[in-house]
């Protein structure tokens, strides 16, 4: 799917875009692997260790369309996967969350048209559905600009869906990184935001097997969601520290109780496959797509009126040792 492709990957020095760029390099010979971001430093040591004769590192900002458009040149699929994702930060600098998340991704989309990208995809989050705080809302933005986008595409013979899930288990800023931390340092008690929260998780190697699998099952106008496990931060909390006290601090400001990732407003446009979800567009295009039957030939089914999917009625859940093992496997990954 991937041989002799040229791929483009913005924000691509975070904790998804290397991920992707390993599995990639394992399982496929593309032609380019274009990093597109905006810090020297992170690419600088990217570098060292992906340093294949197809990789390209190219500084950008998606707030730039000009630059987009020249390194989009020649390009077969693009991941969008740039945004500023930390919540009380979004809520506190609204307007630049908005220039990168919303305008950004506007950017990218009229980059994607102007070169005939045949693929896109672009990363959203649970915090979309049924937003709570500036950065879910703005992500909630991109996503419909990502599914219209399949409306202003004219003749080209391009496509845009969207891939959502949860937290990702050990990324740069989650939380078991911040409780390793507070370990290491000899904390005495962990901090709880309520103790019947609960969250979807899901490991880097899992979101990007997810996103490739999306690219071959993708007609255009797509939201992919996986199913993934829940855990209730408590139980996390005592699976990493088992003899240590854990402090209520109460939930801080845009968080949810529990996440969501198919609103049950959108029970009607939902249908359920084997492994994942997917949420239809609302808008109807020009072209008729049967997302029953994706391009892999699965079949999918509608949901109950009414459904929900969200971190607290998932049938799916971590135990304590499925959670270290998955943190190990993660840690494995990286060395």
Known sequence: MLNGKNILITGGTGSFGKQFVQTVLANYKPKKIIIFSRDELKQFEMAQTFNESCMRYFIGDVR??????????????????AALKHVPIAEYNPMECIKTNVMGAQNVIDACIDNGVP??????????????????????????????????????????????????????????????????????????????????????PEAAAFVLKSLERMQGGEIFVPKIPSMKMTDMAKALAPKLPQKIIGIRPGEKLHEVMCPQDDSHLTLEFDDHYVIQPSITFSEKIDYFTNNLQEKGKNVPTGFEYNSKNNTIWLSASELLEKIFLSKKGED
């Open 64 to 81: 730039d369309l000009q630059r987009l458009q020249k390194a989009m040149k020649d390009v077969d699929i693009v991941i969008h996967a």
């Open 119 to 204: 693929s896109t995809i672009a990363l959203s989050t649970d915090k979309a559905a049924s937003p709570a705080n500036l950065y879910g809302a703005s992500k909630l933005v991109s996503d419909k600009l990502f599914v219209a986008a399949n409306n202003i595409r004219g003749d080209h013979a391009i496509k845009f869906s969207v891939v959502r899930y949860g937290n990702v288990l050990a990324s740069r800023g989650s939380v078991i990184p911040f409780f390793q931390k507070l370990l290491h340092e000899g904390a005495t008690e962990l901090p709880i935001t309520e103790p019947n929260m609960t969250r979807f998780w899901i490991t880097l």
